[in-house]
């Protein structure tokens, strides 16, 4: 089993930077993917951005310039770095874990609302 632990959520106006953390504990393999999607209001819930254990990203094209997905092997942390956020980037998002067994894990999520 895996747990996700997010954190980093938040209310910034329009233009303005945050950054989300997610803390994975439990049964982690060495080779996995970590990352975020976002589900809006009344939408599905889609990928923001993702990286796997060897480094390799993934971005959606609407945070491509303004997002950053890293991550710290040692802490088995992932970070959502977002710069110039938009109003339609308010979403609760979520932390994800993938595992090469194909298991898949999910945070319990936090809000970040884009507003002046």
Request: proline share 3%; charged share 15%; hydrophobic share 30%.
């Amino acid at each position: 089993q895996v747990q996700l632990v997010e954190s980093g959520g938040g209310l910034v106006q329009p233009g303005g930077s945050l950054r989300l953390s997610c803390a994975a504990s439990g049964t982690l393999l060495s080779i996995n993917a970590m990352g975020w999607y976002r589900q809006a209001p009344g939408k599905q819930r889609d990928l923001v951005a993702s990286i796997t254990s060897g480094g390799i990203t993934n971005y959606a094209d609407s945070v491509k310039g303004r997002f950053t997905v890293s991550r710290d092997n040692a802490k088995n942390t992932v970070y959502l770095q977002m710069n110039s956020l938009k109003p339609e980037d308010t979403a609760v998002y979520y932390c994800t874990y993938s595992n090469i067994l194909g298991r898949n894990y999910w945070g319990q999520g936090t809000q970040v609302t884009v507003s002046s």
